[in-house]
């Protein structure tokens, strides 16, 4: 018999996990464990109470009573989104970063002034004042809508609350990264894994006198929306809000050259451990904030401004075993399962080794010893080998030329470059079984239908259980069978039924990039769903003959080119996607996609461009059509409104082929007499 010593002590431990964990998710609201994890721990504790009596009388269980926190904070839509910014990791990304912009804006020889400051490894929070006063405060959520968490900001002493008095506009939204000093933190470091932990959980917290007693501090950096606009740079700006009251960094500075930038993000990286607070990196912004305007934004991040992170950790392991991985697409990725290790504070035993030409250009064999990196967050990628330490008996790799199904892989011909691609794909679509669970798991994802609760992990154990193959199966799980799965209780399996429920309405362009179509990335399912409009419309493409005459209509389209158009015919000439799909859509509420282009005077007009302009780029141009409400076509058809006439270059044939369908054609002066209209 088990000692009792020794149950008690079992039972303790459960107890106090039991604890720590209610606090993350009931006071917090921020829990670490998954649901189905939390369940089998409270599941033990029980079942452990029950087979021995004597626990009882430490009457633990009555100090676990807990419920689900009925003041939850409210969801609020920003007045802007508020977006991710792009990386970049070396000198040449910075100088791709400068050509886009100077290409967008139509610049030549010219050097555009950048506003530079710290990354701030903290925790976003926008802050909106009318008439000068704190009115709201917003976590930045999933950028769209964030929570309100204003009584927790409220608790920062340094956050002015009032600037009435200081002249600000009507309207200010204030952008900020709040942080935990790294001496501060140390107080904290038993509750916490890090700085950045203890901001967002102590912002969170249900009561703000709980907030107050954490040492918070936070910088201005962005301005959001404004009313009327008084500022011109971002460096005014944050000039004007440290004359206002707000803590703005001081290391931030202007820069306008390449050379610069570097000099910079050198001179930063040598002297952050000295800093009292975390930065992975420095930002760079457009200064002038009408240009900033004029770049606007992808769907993600926007065009003026960019993140330069600083030099990835590197370490040295040995690779055990390469094994080979299958994607969505059929892409057959190699993988290097080395010695555990850790990069960047984060243990790690997987490096990716990118694909066969990549495996053979490195020479990298099993046995080797590497040195990885994690750049960006990402899985951990090799950098070189270290020759010197290989084993005489080293074999070369070789790279397996059938997918893991069995089936024979190939490397497509791009019709454009007409090379060979570097990966090898599998062709079977769903009919691979790996190629169909990952293809689960991108339906399920955040982009795509969003399903809290259905993670990876859980879309494996359900596949291995046979309980999902295709997706239709996640809107008809059997439940009861869930029930009687280890770590599975009531309460995370209520969560997984409002979470699927939930996500059966969804979007238009969210189920067509749901759908996993290659080469169909956020942005082409968007442009899709313009066209497409309506679920009724988007049927038709299942239609062989109505899909032909698609087809052709999509060409049309900027931005959709005959690598998507052939990659979406070929994904509905195959009759299980087609069944998969429709079987899908038949258990979904799809909303009709609406356009967030603006109103304006080009309206439901329909626009087309050939040659350069003198005054903006091509992608400006377009991003001004959309803005006003119009579209952009890419080829000639009687759809055109207008044909507007750069004075670089244009293409004759183009015009000739407008003139004759008789579509009014305009030159770049004309163009711009409309836009100013």
Request: proline share 3%; with cysteine.
């Amino acid at each position: 018999m088990q000692d009792k010593s020794e149950i008690v002590k079992k039972f303790k431990q459960l107890f106090n996990n039991l604890k720590k964990n209610n606090k993350h998710y009931f006071i917090e609201d921020n829990p670490r464990i998954t649901d189905a994890e939390y369940d089998e721990l409270k599941r033990e504790f029980f079942s452990l109470e029950n087979k021995y009596p004597f626990l009882k009388k430490l009457n633990f269980s009555k100090n676990l009573i807990g419920a689900s926190p009925t003041n939850k904070f409210k969801k609020i839509q920003h007045l802007k989104p508020m977006l991710s910014l792009a990386n970049a990791f070396e000198s040449k990304d910075m100088k791709d970063f400068l050509k886009k912009v100077n290409n967008f804006l139509n610049i030549e020889n010219k050097s555009i002034e950048l506003f530079s400051e710290p990354k701030i490894d903290g925790i976003s929070a926008t802050l909106i004042y009318e008439n000068g006063i704190l009115i709201r405060g917003l976590s930045r959520g999933d950028g769209i809508f964030g929570e309100d968490i204003l009584e927790n900001i409220k608790t920062i002493s340094t956050i002015p609350k009032n600037i009435s008095n200081k002249n600000p506009p009507k309207l200010l939204e204030v952008r900020c990264e709040i942080y935990i000093g790294k001496k501060d933190f140390i107080n904290l470091k038993n509750k916490f894994a890090n700085p950045r932990n203890a901001a967002g959980g102590s912002l969170r917290q249900k009561n703000p006198k709980e907030t107050s007693k954490i040492p918070l501090k936070y910088f201005a950096y962005g301005l959001g929306a404004v009313e009327p606009q008084i500022f011109k740079t971002q460096s005014d700006f944050l000039k004007k809000l440290s004359n206002w009251g707000f803590t703005i960094n001081q290391l931030g500075k202007t820069v306008s050259s390449l050379e610069e930038i570097n000099k910079a993000h050198k001179s930063l990286d040598n002297e952050r451990s000295k800093l009292n607070y975390d930065i992975d990196g420095i930002v760079y912004k457009v200064n002038d904030l009408d240009l900033q305007k004029r770049l606007g934004n992808t769907s993600n991040s926007p065009r003026w401004a960019i993140a330069y992170k600083f030099s990835a950790e590197k370490v040295i392991t040995k690779i055990k075993k390469i094994i080979i991985q299958v994607g969505r697409t059929g892409a057959i990725t190699p993988v290097a399962k080395v010695e555990p290790v850790t990069v960047g504070g984060v243990v790690v035993s997987n490096a990716t080794l990118h694909n066969e030409d990549e495996i053979q250009r490195k020479d990298i064999r099993e046995g080797d010893t590497i040195q990885i990196q994690r750049a960006g967050d990402v899985i951990p990628q090799v950098v070189s080998v270290d020759f010197t330490k290989r084993e005489k008996k080293s074999e070369k790799f070789k790279f397996p030329l059938k997918c893991l199904c069995g089936a024979a892989t190939k490397k497509e011909l791009s019709k454009s470059t007409k090379k060979f691609d570097a990966v090898r794909r599998c062709i079977k679509g769903y009919a691979c079984d790996y190629i169909a669970i990952e293809k689960l798991k991108h339906l399920v994802s955040k982009e795509s239908l969003n399903i809290d609760g259905l993670g990876k992990k859980v879309i494996e154990q359900f596949w291995n259980l046979n309980l999902v193959r295709q997706p239709v199966h996640i809107f008809n799980l059997d439940f009861k069978k869930i029930e009687k799965l280890e770590g599975w209780g009531k309460l995370s399996i209520e969560n997984l039924k409002k979470a699927i429920n939930k996500s059966r309405l969804i979007s238009l362009d969210k189920l067509i990039y749901s759908i996993g179509i290659r080469h169909i990335g956020q942005e082409n399912a968007k442009i899709l769903a313009g066209y497409f409009g309506s679920e009724e419309k988007f049927r038709n493409i299942f239609d062989k003959e109505k899909r032909n005459h698609i087809i052709k209509n999509l060409l049309e389209l900027d931005g959709i080119g005959s690598t998507q158009t052939e990659s979406i015919n070929s994904f509905f000439s195959n009759k299980i996607n087609l069944k998969i799909t429709q079987d899908l859509i038949n258990e979904l509420e799809i909303k009709n996609y609406i356009s967030h282009s603006g109103q304006g005077i080009l309206s439901n007009k329909k626009i087309m461009f050939t040659g350069g302009f003198s005054d903006m780029s091509r992608s400006e141009a377009k991003m001004i059509v959309e803005n006003k409400g119009g579209k952009v076509l890419g080829t000639i058809s009687k759809k055109l409104d207008y044909l507007v006439v750069g004075s670089s270059k244009p293409t004759i044939k183009k015009i000739n082929q407008a003139k004759k369908l008789e579509i009014k054609v305009i030159s770049e002066k004309e163009w711009i007499k409309i836009l100013n209209s």
